[in-house]
């Protein structure tokens, strides 16, 4: 990942000085040769090197999003994983024909392989010799998590500049357990979790055996038994199932020698599951009056339908009127022909794949969920969303419709261009239409989530920006024109030696060659430094517009200049407003003006060589200061490229490094010029 701050990337250049970078083929680039673009008024990126034949270079990658690497983070995490195991694995990124490079990864090895499914673009195979591991936004219905147990998921976190792959264990009525790679092991099974080991455990924990007369078995202390007791209560309500919570009320019922506090808390969650029966039995009976319903209607598909949910919620302990609707709708289910039978296996495949696109149809509007305008950049994402909601038809809510209309809308419009200048710019600035004041975030002003924060500043905002330097270039194309119209400027008539030996600076150093003659072009040519025209005493005689620093207060570091958090020199805005005041002069100005009003009051006495009375200084109340403008940054006051030692700390193992010396001349270079 490249940088996007300016001096980030300078410290990226350095680390990596030598090496080329290139528009990978597994990432759907080109293949050509990058170069790193180090900008100041906007993010940092790669770019390609222009065509030798002057043409437009043409690259057909598309997505340049944080996550559209994952596949080659996947593999390289997986390979060095294997290699820890002794093993060598191959990989390969076609998944099947239609999908997009990079949705699914192959990984084989003599012992195993493994499918990683990280978008929805093909459906996992269950039963074909690969495991699948599947991505967050890849559905899974209830059916698969019943019968398979559990099932393998993955997500990569961004840490730094690097992603990092966590695996996740979904197991049906529990939540998503995730741990390091480094926590997985390869078993008989497959991919195993610490969370997978434990579902083993508990499935195939053998039963205990009976109590018997003539051998004495080790009962656990009650106060155990009964924590385990509340437990498998919770378990049983999760899975809805009513016989195991009427045996493990039973058995909470019959404990005792527990205390009073414990035996308090086992008869409310008895009471609870007493409650929670009541409303299982009333949905119970409402389940088989649909059945008689539809069975009297002759809808052999609702018939269908709610067989399998019978099967799965009410298969036991059914009752004589319970079991005779189900023979009914059983024996009238079974009285269909083929053709209406696979057209009501067509129905149910239909109904599957509208729960799926409604499922994928909250997914896109939680993506979407921090934007209010249709931009090239959510092209994708709206097109998934109104094909998804197209199919999921009346699965959605109305609330969900209703945010569905609106991207409808914004779709019919079609979209816009997103401006992109950086936020560091653009929140100096009040937004004109959400009204964000300044150093705010801009909000959204329509939907649902009307009024929360926006991912982005609006375009009018950022416009005002683009507006702005395109008004500076123009001016300062418009200077160029008028001074190349007037003509070579003409040669300044030369001082005298000691003239010119007053008036130079005292910092000025002697140079020679070409270099000399350089430094000597661009000095004349590059007008002096506001803080060179303000006497330093003067620097923070005012306060600050930009920052709101008090009279005698530093100037925040808001722009990043230096590495403390007051800035070493003020504000331009200030050092104007210093040169604007009107009880300012310049330095020389001010000792002449003194001297002529000397010279006035007390003419010299007669004999003696007149010489004006010096100027006394002025006393002023000691000011904080951060440095001198001709401060030179040294090794010791910079962060370390190399081994990331923070200023005043030294460099480990040994001595200073030689790139935290250049860094430290480099900053000052850049700082003063």
């Known amino acids: 990942m490249l940088p996007m701050e300016a001096i980030e990337l300078d410290v990226f250049r350095h680390r990596y000085e030598g090496e080329t970078f290139w528009c990978g083929t597994l990432l759907g680039g080109c293949g050509g040769r990058l170069t790193t673009k180090l900008y100041t008024d906007r993010a940092c990126h790669f770019a390609h090197h222009p065509d030798p034949g002057g043409l437009p270079h043409v690259c057909g990658r598309r997505s340049r999003g944080v996550n559209s690497a994952d596949h080659l983070y996947v593999r390289s995490a997986a390979a060095a994983w294997l290699a820890d195991r002794g093993e060598e694995a191959s990989f390969e990124y076609t998944g099947s024909a239609g999908a997009p490079l990079g949705s699914v990864i192959d990984i084989r090895w003599p012992r195993g392989a493994l499918r990683v499914h990280l978008d929805q673009a093909v459906a996992p195979v269950w039963d074909d010799g690969r495991e699948p591991v599947l991505g967050l936004g890849v559905p899974v219905d209830r059916d698969t998590l019943i019968r398979r147990w559990y099932v393998h998921r993955i997500r990569l976190d961004s840490v730094g500049t690097a992603r990092h792959v966590r695996i996740g264990t979904e197991a049906f009525a529990r939540p998503i357990e995730w741990f390091a790679l480094d926590e997985c092991e390869m078993t008989e099974r497959g991919l195993s ?25 080790k009962v656990p ?21 009513v016989p195991l919570v009427k045996q493990v009320c039973t058995d909470i ?73 189900y023979e009914r709708a059983s024996t009238y289910f079974e009285s269909l022909d083929d053709r209406t039978r696979d057209a009501v296996k067509a129905e149910a495949d239909t109904e599957k794949e509208a729960r799926k696109a409604a499922g994928r149809v909250r997914t896109a509007l939680q993506r979407l969920r921090g934007y209010d305008a249709y931009t090239f950049d959510l092209r994708p994402q709206v097109e998934e969303l109104l094909q998804s909601a197209a199919l999921a038809g009346d699965l959605l809510t109305r609330g969900e419709a209703r945010r569905v209309e609106v991207w409808k809308k914004r779709a019919a419009r079609g979209p816009q261009a997103q401006l992109h200048v950086a936020r560091r710019y653009w929140i100096q600035r009040s937004c ?79 140079q020679s060659g070409r270099k000399g003659q350089a430094h000597a072009t661009r000095m004349n040519a590059v007008a002096p430094r506001l803080h060179h025209q303000v006497p330093r005493g003067d620097w923070y005689r005012l306060g600050c517009p930009r920052c709101h620093a008090g009279p005698g ?63 006394r200084r002025r006393e002023r109340e000691p000011q904080e200061t951060a440095g001198s403008a001709t401060r030179t940054w040294h090794a010791k006051d910079v962060t370390c490229p190399k081994c990331q030692a923070r200023p005043n700390s030294p460099c480990t193992p040994h001595g200073p490094h030689q790139e935290r010396v250049k860094w430290a001349k480099e900053f000052t270079r850049k700082l003063w010029g």
């Open 553 to 615: 207060k530093l100037c925040e570091n808001d722009d990043r200049v230096g590495p403390n958090a007051k800035r070493q020199l003020p504000h331009d805005e200030r050092l104007r407003r210093v040169l604007q005041s009107d009880d300012h002069s310049a330095p020389g100005e001010q000792q002449q003006g003194t001297r002529d009003k000397h010279q006035r009051q007390a003419p010299p006495p007669a004999g003696a060589k007149a010489q004006p009375p010096r100027q």
């Open 221 to 241: 202390e009650p106060e155990a038994r009964a924590q385990a007791l509340l437990r498998r209560l919770v378990y049983a309500r999760r899975i809805e199932s």
């Open 432 to 510: 004109p239409r959400c009204h964000a004041e300044q150093g705010t975030d801009c909000v959204l002003i329509e939907g649902p989530h009307s009024g929360k924060s926006r991912k982005g500043g609006h375009n009018e905002r950022l416009q005002l920006i683009v507006d702005e330097r395109k008004a500076a270039r123009q001016r300062k194309k418009a200077g160029q024109e008028v001074e190349a119209s007037a003509g070579p400027p003409r040669p300044a008539p030369e001082a005298p030696e000691h003239a010119a030996s007053a008036t130079r600076p005292l910092l000025e150093r002697p």
């Open 253 to 325: 019922e019959n404990l005792t020698g527990v205390g009073k506090e414990l035996q308090e808390q086992l008869e409310a969650a008895v009471r609870h599951a007493r409650i929670w029966r009541v409303e299982q039995d009333e949905a119970r009976r409402k389940l088989f009056a649909k059945l008689n319903r539809a069975v009297e209607e002759r809808k052999p598909g609702r018939v269908c339908r709610l067989l399998v949910r019978v099967n799965a919620t009410a298969a036991e302990d059914r009752t004589d009127a319970e079991l005779a609707v």
């Open 193 to 217: 979790t610490p969370a997978i080991e434990k579902i083993f455990q508990a499935r195939t924990a053998p039963q205990p055996s009976l109590w018997s007369p003539g051998k004495a078995r």
